[in-house]
């Protein structure tokens, strides 16, 4: 491999000295020399700090890895308060990436966390400088992203609602505004494009240095030179680190080791996993030519998978290719600061050509330079942030996805918040490192799937999207069966869901249908197998495998469980043996931290069945608040046991079948609703059959051990034939749920909702023994709610011709956004669109939220925009009964 | 037994049916058709050979149509890399590396490769050698030619050395370290004979020892002593009085031969016959330009004629190259061997009639000798945008030309990265973009193997337009012995890869 050496500061050589001193290492090593004055003036003093000052022998926080994002946590740290705070950088401070980035700031971003985030950055770019005394080199020029086609217009469109409403200034232009604002640009091709007055550029380095400034200046030590070799454990919990030049004692070590986080991850005992991988990042500097100023907004033109912003004259090009580069599988060579790798234009040559087409004076622009980068990478295209599930008082700022600068400033903030209060802030789920598992770590997963993340950038992405590569990680026993059938998978927390069948009956005919379909915003290809599936749960019985639920037992000797289990749980769990309750766990402020289901298996044996994105984070809820004495023992079972639900009005019929009459009726006259027992169906023993579905049909869950699975699957199929039995999967499931209304975790409830705000009051006794969220949610029955969980119909949604809410769609009342979508559908009974979300009402004078009354929702005119389409909806409290 | 499948396009051709079927041949080959070359075993492989485990059980000698016998990618696979051999230098050396692999047209392959590293001097030699009328002369060549080419090249101090080491050690005195290739073998036979011969030549070199010779002069002296001790060890009998039949067969066939002689950053190339040595020299924009090291000595060269015309009367002017070909008959204009263009109508009345009995004289042969074994010498000086030097016999160069080779060659050694393009001053976007459209113009598919010579034997035998094609590929490689030899040569290839950090220590 080829290295170049640069050092240090912007990725902008101006001056470049070869000298002849290979590195140890690599004999193919060429170095550079540049000086800015910038730089300059922060090596020299903390470079003359290093060499004398000794690392302190304890610290509250210890941050790893001193590029923007460390910084920017130190600065907040610092800033909120906390500035016990020592920052270890293992070369010399963003010598990593930072110094090589783009220094785009776009806000906009796949959820509404990251967008914030990104506006915070923007604002503490703009007045970093006053308190620190050392530009950003912020500037607000603006940025435009281009349509070439009429999906990518929609795109746009639905991104301006979601921003609009969230008081973002942007604006959807004609080409020939684009051209009145860019002439440079070719616009004879465009459909039209997105403006967004606020976004800009900011200078990576000196956003860094200032950011570092505030943060020395509060107090904070950063130390260059200094590599984190272990993180120190006791009990459970970090107690420090163990450096090269020693240890320092500390409650708290945040890992913003960039993209040698998931190696720093493993060096400590438990590892921590950051499944993030390093991929190639090439950009081109051109000298300055003609109609480039510095008024130049950034260009973005996601068809062509490129951008461009102006750079001191000429213009920096660089892009997301669709066959990216991944790199250092196996590690990231050491002392690699201040490094690029090889340039390689034949792979950089199709965006180049992109850039050209749009730009046609590029073609005569001369090139300064050409980079190659490494950049890291998630598997789901979104920032790792958040306290590692794996070992208390580790936390991880990791993975920005090439978008490290616009990220630094909101990442900082919420990473000071997070640490300080100890819980995630609101709406932080989608950032939240316990969204990944063990099967998320392997180098080779990681290295499959950043080759499908990278270019997310900028390829289109469609409603309920699934991920081709790395696939196939975790599936459950019928799976061959099921893929047999003509299932189309869907992909959570790696294990392989049937989201629809493409022909229930048999036969191969539609076997590869809707896997190569392109997506769509308006109708998709699914809608008719999707009806089928469900007039099946409607008419007959429907069987589907949700082997991919969180299962977890918890036990003790005594009832310390039952203890347990109150202080986590809403609902009353000191219910009769065999019995299936409905619960909440909920944090302090009332949220859902889990909504699960808990079987009483014995008296001091309970199952708990929650989301599958809820494996990690469920688990690590329960461990959290385990009593200190080791009473109570919890199992992640998740991987035991296979689950098949059958569920349909047969359903009952179907189980009377299957089942000795004995166990099934005579013992306890009937099989009621929300019970659990453990029989033998055909030839498997153990089965824990419970009597609930999760979309409010009648219908049973059966837990059973793995090897049993494929055995009772096509011993339901083969039972079932004679009630009509079909394979149903996870859309049909959700359509039913619309249908009833039923909230579900994940998409509607997130740990700013109480069980309150979305009718579940039903599951929350307030008068049993203390329990997490009790006071909060106590106060919040006196006061009301100010935000409540609203079912809407659309009026004249015409289903062939219109685009289809598919959530995350403004709602407008009275001229104003009261709040957005969180799940829609098509209901296939009520013969309408369906959308679920809540709805605040805020002042119109303070914008505080005020106490929703039924009033307000019965008598209110709400509108849900799709992609810039108000569409009138009627507004229903509770679900109409079907 | 084996099989072969024929293709509709080729069969058409050959048998003039123009049906699409896919044709079989099925054929026996009993035990008592072992070809005698297995004698001397660690076999020569053919792809032939390689193609018996293939088939299905049963023999029938008669056509038979079918649609199988294709041969899978894997197996097309396994008979390209049967022969390959690469070695990596594990000393200081000029040369980095190389990979050698043979694919066999003839039955028995009447190529040879030899390669080996001086013991005196640490010079590097190697040879390709493509022999006609059988394998013996290139056989013998190829044992013989690099110790003849050692021992004239060795200064008056290694001489003596090795003087000692010949009355010293009881066996043969090495002067060439051999690199051994799997399909090699030695003709046991003989080896006295050899020894003797090398002997003696080294013994007469010591003793007229010329200080001012040049290296050329020394590597022609080599050529022309191993041809004419060819030529009189036919001539002499063995002590029963009976003819040497080795020997003679050895004469009376012939062989190319192209030989490499690396001594620091100085290349020599010794060229004899139509076999070509090319160098891959990496332009500065990182593109390959092909420096051909050889001219071929055969009658597409208008020097070569003119040569030969000059060497006979006038009256002969018509026929000596006639129809392409040496009087008729010989396609290289210089070979080893080849007796019966080298010895007089009275030399060859009593030892070749006698010994075949039948005449062998060529028609219009009045003023021998006509052929040569004198070569044609090019030197090199190796400089460090010089990458590597393909040796390869007439069979590569047919189907593919040099400018195709030495891209291939420095497209597989550069991996994706095909060379580094530099931006220097003044290009512009516009300009990178002419230069990248060019390059991937000539871009050749995937690298399948990670030998060259195995990934030069697949281009050549499997490009198409649009890269390779696996159909063709495999009929290539399945086309029965019979007329195997009209789509394709034996192919010897010697890829030699120079290090270049070596020789800029020695620019």
Known sequence: MFLHRVRPGSPLVSRVVWTARPRPWTAILVQYIRTTAGCQELSTTQDTDDVQKPLPSQARVVIAGGGVIGCSVAYHLAKFGWTDVVLLEQESLGCGTTWHSAGLVAQLRANAIHTDICHYSTQLYASLEEETGLSTGWRQCGSMSLARTADRMTSLRRIAAAARAKGLRCELISPKDVAARVPLLRVDDLKGALWLPADGMASPSDVMQSLAKGATSRGVEMHQKVAVETVLTAGGRVTGVHTNRGDIRCQYFVNCAGQWAWELGQRSTPAVRVPLHSC????????????????????????????????????????????????????????????LLEGDWDHFMPLMVQAMYRMPALQQAEIKQFLNGPESFTPDMVPILGEAPELPGYFVAAGMNSGGIASAGGVGKVMAEWIISGDPPAGAWPLDIRRFGDQHTSRGYLRDRVKETLPMHYVLTYPKQEFQSARKVLTSPVYPLLEKAGAVFGETMGYERANWFSNPDSGDDFMDLGRQTKGTFGKPSWYEAVRREYLVCCENVGIMDMSSLAKFEVQSTGDEVVTYLQRLCCNEVDVPVGTVLHSGMLNHKGGYENDCKIARLAKNHYFIMSSSKQVVRGWQWLHRHLPSDGSVRIKDVTRSYAALNVLGPRARELMNSLTDAVTMNSHHHMFPPDTCREMSIGF????????????????????????????????LWKMGRAFGIRNVGYYAITHLRLEHGIPSFGADLNPSVTPFECHQDQYVKLDKTDFIGQSALLKQKEEGVRQRFVMFLLDNHDLENDLWPWGGEPIWESGRVVGMTTSAGYGYTLKKQICLGFVRNPDPQTGQGQVITNEFITKGKFDIQIAGKKFSATARLFPPKL | MSAFALPARRQAAVSGLGTLWWQVIWRGRGAGGTPTFHVHSRAVFSSSAQLQQYQPPGSFPHVHRSTLAKLTPQQVTNVLRANDTSFVMD??????????????????????????????????????????????????????????????????????????????SAGRAEAVRRFNFANDYATEESARRYTEGLYKFAREVLAAYDDEAEAEDCLRHAFERVDED?????????????????????????????????????????????????????????????????????????????????????????????????????????????????????????????????????????????????????????????KFLILASDGLWEPMNKRQAVRHVGEHLTGNHRGTLRINGMKTLGDMNDILKKRRANRSSEVMDQNVATHLIRHALGDTDDGIDHSKLATMLTLPDEIVRLYRDDITITVIFFNSEHIASLE
Not at chain 2, 99 to 124: K, T, V
């Open chain 1, 280 to 339: 190639e990042h090439f950009y081109a500097v051109t000298k300055p030519f003609t109609g480039v100023n510095n008024k130049l907004p950034v260009i973005r033109d996601p068809d062509g998978m490129h951008y461009v912003r102006e750079y001191s004259g000429g213009v920096l090009t660089g892009g997301f290719e669709l066959n990216p580069k991944p790199v250092f599988t196996n590690g990231i060579p050491p002392k690699f600061e201040f490094q």
């Open chain 1, 684 to 715: 498997a023993p153990y089965v824990r059959a419970m009597s609930f579905s999760h979309s409010g049909e009648l219908g049973w869950m059966l837990y059973i051990p793995q090897e049993y699975a494929l055995h009772l699957y096509m011993y």
């Open chain 2, 91 to 168: 000393f200081d050396s000029p040369v980095h590396r190389f990979d050698s692999n043979q694919l066999a047209s003839n039955s028995p392959i009447e190529d040879r490769r030899a390669a080996g590293r001086c013991l005196y001097s640490g010079d590097m030699l190697f040879g390709v050698f493509d022999g006609h009328g059988g394998c013996a002369c290139s056989q013998a060549i190829s044992e013989r030619l690099l110790d003849y080419i050692a021992v004239s090249l060795m200064d008056y101090k290694q001489l003596c050395e090795y003087k000692k080491s010949m009355e010293t």
């Open chain 2, 230 to 386: 060819l030529s009189s060890e036919a001539q002499t009998k063995l002590p029963n009085g009976q003819i040497n039949f080795e020997a003679l067969q050895a004469a009376y066939a012939g062989s190319t031969s192209v030989v490499a002689h690396v001594r620091g950053a100085d290349l020599y190339v010794a060229n004899v016959g139509d076999s070509r040595a090319v160098l891959g020299v990496q332009r500065e924009d990182g593109t390959w330009e092909p420096r051909p090291l050889s001219s071929d000595h055969n009658a597409l060269n208008p020097s070569e004629i003119l040569r030969i015309r000059g060497e006979h009367p006038r009256s002969e002017s018509t026929y000596v190259v006639k129809g392409g070909r040496l009087l008729g008959y010989l396609q290289p204009l210089r070979a080893f061997g080849d007796v019966k263009f080298k010895w007089k109508k009275e030399l060859q009345m009593e030892v070749l009639n006698t010994a075949y009995n039948k005449n062998l004289i060529p028609v219009n042969y009045y003023t021998p000798p006509y052929l040569t074994a004198m070569p044609e010498i090019i030197h090199h000086r190796l400089t460090s945008s010089d």
